[in-house]
């Protein structure tokens, strides 16, 4: 990630901060959709976090961590759109595993994400995604999530051992 | 399979910067959204400061807005928000409910997630020796934060040291929510809005405020100035009234006119001299029988 990108996407070009947040947008979608558990949904939430983003970026202090603090805002405005009691879509039959997947990576990738998003609940899966995927701390986390540590841990253990459980860590 | 890779197969929409740049528009445009201005009737003689400072959202409000400053000379604001289905969101670095850093680009939520109601701030402050009425942009820090329990706050550190004792201060919550306000054009209110004419005695409109119609004032019954101040031509006061006293009739001279408050109404009549006419807060009667105070600062000359 370009530090001058983000130097002139946090001066309010538009343009800049396009393509800083294309290099992201992948991956926010990708964890909107295990939240969210649709396409439509999924991209409203990324809509969301591109505009807060945008608008709190020349805050950012630690233009380093851009990826990380994206992240984090697409998991409160997925959790508050969760919270708000809107509308979520189950998984359906749409093909969300991309085409150049093998048949057998296809499959595995149906369960091990099936297992995510149903067996899992927002906070298990914040914990999860955030220590797994972005390497936060647990004090980061429980910061983040406005949880105490000790919860943090239990959540991360509870979400783990059911992983484990399906073969999947 | 590991959860990351799993992750990495989810199939990503080709649409999605379609997305993405609809967000940042929607930040772009919300910088550009029009702000208050001193509004200059020229025609009728009139000058109307701050525009119009209302407080009308799909959240409901159960108390005024509440403006008071401690001892330490920290100026707070707080808004008693009552509503069962609303939640009260902030902007901050993470996104989400919390501190923030930065007054100007704040906004509340319904539940949907859909903004209703952005905020900015002025203070101004009523000099009494000369009689008139500073308007200034608060500064840009400030804390906002929901106490959870139902309540949002607005926590302003700033400096007070330049106000002399005894001067007034007030605080304006002014939305946006009006529409466009320009140099020399009265209030455009859009259809549905609620327009209040307050005539000069003489036939001339003297004030005119718009009201959005969302709740809580869609159902505004009756409504009359609870607070108001009239000064003469040299700035010198002739009134002041607090909250309770305009229900009756009043009756101030400045000389060459006359200004009568009379059943919620104010009425000025003659024609020598110039006066001006402060009014710092409505008070609307609702439908329901309960009522709902609305602060701002209106300010009215008058006079040839």
């Known amino acids: 990630m370009k530090n001058d990108t983000i130097k002139r996407a946090a001066e309010g070009g538009g343009k800049a901060f396009a393509e800083l947040f294309s290099e992201v947008q992948s991956e926010l979608y990708r964890v909107a959709f295990i939240y969210l558990k649709n396409r439509d949904d999924a991209l409203d939430a990324v809509q969301e976090t591109a505009y807060r983003c945008f608008k709190n970026i020349s805050k950012l202090k630690n233009r380093e961590y851009f990826r990380t603090w994206a992240v984090r805002t697409l998991i409160n405005c997925c959790l508050n759109m969760i919270r708000s009691g809107k509308r979520i879509v189950p998984l359906d039959d749409a093909p969300v595993i991309s085409e150049g997947a093998s048949c057998e990576n296809s499959a595995l990738a149906s369960v091990t994400l099936g297992i995510l998003m149903d067996k899992l609940d927002e906070r298990e899966k914040s914990v999860l995604l955030m220590k797994h995927l972005y390497g936060m701390s647990f004090s980061e986390i429980s910061k983040e999530l406005k949880l105490p540590l000790g919860t943090v841990k239990t959540l991360l253990y509870r979400a783990t051992d059911r992983l484990k459980k399906e073969n999947f860590l | 399979m590991r959860i990351k890779d799993a992750m990495g197969l989810i199939k990503v929409p080709d649409g999605i910067m379609t997305d993405i740049e609809k967000g940042i528009y929607r930040a772009v445009k919300d910088e550009r959204r029009p702000q208050f201005k001193v509004i200059a009737a020229a025609a009728a003689a009139l000058v109307l400061i701050g525009g119009a400072a209302f407080i009308f959202s799909d959240i409901s409000f159960n108390k005024a807005p509440v403006t008071y400053t401690n001892d330490d000379g920290y100026v707070f604001l707080g808004i008693d928000v009552e509503n069962k289905n609303a939640v009260v969101g902030m902007k901050n670095e993470s996104g989400g409910l919390g501190n923030m850093t930065e007054l100007s680009d704040y906004r509340i939520e319904d539940a949907g997630g859909t903004e209703v109601m952005t905020f900015m701030f002025q203070y101004s402050w009523l000099d009494e020796a000369d009689g008139s009425v500073h308007v200034v942009d608060l500064p840009t820090s400030g804390t906002l934060y929901a106490d959870g329990g139902g309540k949002t706050h607005y926590e302003l550190e700033t400096d007070f040291e330049n106000i002399a004792e005894g001067i007034e201060v007030q605080f304006s919550l002014k939305s946006n929510y009006v529409g466009s306000v320009e140099d020399g054009t009265a209030i455009d209110a859009d259809d549905g809005d609620i327009s209040l004419s307050f005539d000069d005695g003489g036939g001339r409109e003297a004030l005119r405020i ?39 009739e009043t009756t101030v001279d400045g000389g060459g006119w006359k200004l009568v408050s009379k059943e919620g109404n104010i009425y000025i009549d003659g024609s020598g001299g110039k006066g001006t006419l402060y009014i710092c807060a409505f008070r609307a009667a609702l439908g329901d029988g309960s009522e709902v105070e609305i602060h701002g600062d209106w300010l009215v000359e008058f006079g040839e």
Request: with cysteine; net charge negative; charged share 30%.
């Open chain 2, 210 to 248: 718009a009201l959005s119609d969302k709740k809580p004032f869609s159902d505004i019954v009756s409504i009359r100035p609870s607070c108001f101040r009239v000064f003469d031509e040299a700035g010198k006061p002739l009134g002041a009234y607090a909250e309770g006293d305009t229900a009756g």
